[in-house]
């Protein structure tokens, strides 16, 4: 992983260290988030943390509180306070344009940051790679499909747990679900005024790719490639899908010095 450094975020009871890997190069750099109950040291991240090493990019990995070597607790991360995390590693361990890479979760954070970035005049997102972007997923892919004994168990526990495909069960608590209605991006069209290029797989359950289609339906004013892995699931980890990855960031490259 490299030499890891730490960013301290928030303030009072709220403070975290934040874990980051970031290896120098050339620009436009790689700024990776990565999903729910990711790591920095997962297949994806650690692939592109290679190809970074391999063409002389620079690229910024991190872990969010809760996640990988950060700290801070699980069960207290909301979408408001990752979002915290994304935007202050951004703007402390980066420099230049950056070509922003996000996973799952990660591809909705990305977003949000391209929208607070936007929103303080900075042009420095380059371009997006978003590999199964679960925007919004707190409402469309948590809460509306909650059961009855779900919500019930939410609002009396403040929390339940769901099975995972990848380990241990989901955690998912009540102030995620809360915060995350103050992020929704759908519903309204988005403008990241940059390229965006989606990779989603057919056969991924868990954001299936009618919902990666929903999001191109809202971005009509980015210049926009779709990629759809016919066997692919939500990991989209396999070799064949690293290298559809490593396709897909060396276009982004090149559109991006293109100009």
């Known amino acids: 992983m490299g ?10 009871a709220a403070a975290r260290q934040i874990a980051v890997a970031a290896q120098p190069g050339s620009a436009p750099g790689l700024f990776w988030l990565g999903g729910f109950r990711s790591d920095m040291s997962g297949t994806k991240a650690a692939a592109v943390a290679e190809y970074g090493r391999e063409h002389s990019f620079g690229v910024t990995r991190f872990d969010y509180s809760g996640h990988g070597v950060s700290g801070g607790e699980f069960a207290h991360g909301t979408i408001t306070a990752w979002l915290e995390e994304a935007e202050t590693v951004f703007e402390r361990a980066t420099n230049g344009a950056q070509i922003i890479i996000g996973s799952s979760m990660g591809g909705w954070l990305a ?120 066997d692919g699931d939500h990991s989209l980890s396999r070799p064949s899908d690293i290298k559809l990855l490593e396709r897909a960031l060396t276009g982004m490259i090149e559109t991006v010095r293109a100009g």
Do not use: W
Request: charged fraction near 20%.
């Open 111 to 230: 977003l949000l940051l391209v929208r607070a970035l936007l929103a303080q005049g900075s042009t420095r997102a380059a371009g997006l790679v978003l590999i199964a972007p679960a925007v919004d997923m707190t409402m469309d892919l948590m809460e509306n499909h909650f059961s009855a004994t779900e919500h019930e168990e939410m609002n009396r526990d403040g929390f339940i747990e769901q099975p995972s495909d990848y380990g241990e069960p989901y955690l998912i608590t009540k102030d995620l679900i809360t915060d995350g209605r103050r992020h929704k991006l759908f519903g309204a069209p988005l403008s990241t005024r940059c390229p965006v290029h989606i990779l989603t797989g057919a056969k991924d359950t868990d954001v299936p790719p009618a919902h990666s289609l929903k999001l191109a339906s809202h971005l009509m004013e980015d210049p926009l490639n779709f990629t759809l892995v016919p």
């Open 3 to 12: 030499e890891l450094t730490r960013v301290n975020v928030g303030k009072g």
